[in-house]
């Protein structure tokens, strides 16, 4: 059975940060593509940040300098570490994995940015 679990969020002030992690099993973990994805209240689920299975990443425009996705294979993880959090950042966040056909994921865990 196929599990992603996110963890890592919760409640920071705006300019703070936070560390999100997703661990996988259930899949070899180092051929997926991973990627980030976020839904805020009345808004369309939005991709984040992706990582190919030999690490070239690409990030949305409104994250870009301020969070960073990295993985490590060994651990079936991977990261979202997001920096110079905004109030806009507030959202539900879903980790991914696609290979092909198939496609998973998370339960998601709730990031709030406010004072």
């Known amino acids: 059975q196929v599990q992603l679990v996110e963890s890592g969020g919760g409640l920071v002030q705006p300019g703070g940060s936070l560390r999100l992690s997703c661990a996988g099993s259930?899949?070899?973990?180092?051929?997926?593509?991973m990627g980030w994805y976020r839904q805020a209240p009345g808004k369309q689920r939005e991709l984040v940040a992706a990582?190919?299975?030999?690490?070239?990443?690409n990030y949305a425009d409104s994250v870009k300098g301020r969070f960073t996705i990295s993985r490590d294979n060994a651990k079936n993880t991977v990261y979202l570490q997001m920096n110079n959090l905004k109030p806009e950042d507030t959202a539900v966040y879903y980790c991914?994995?696609?290979?092909?056909?198939?496609?998973?994921w998370g339960q998601g865990t709730q990031v709030t940015v406010s004072s």
């Open positions: 991914n994995a696609v290979l092909g056909t198939f496609d998973y």
């Open positions: 259930g899949i070899i973990f180092s051929i997926y593509a």
């Open positions: 990582i190919t299975k030999s690490g070239h990443t």
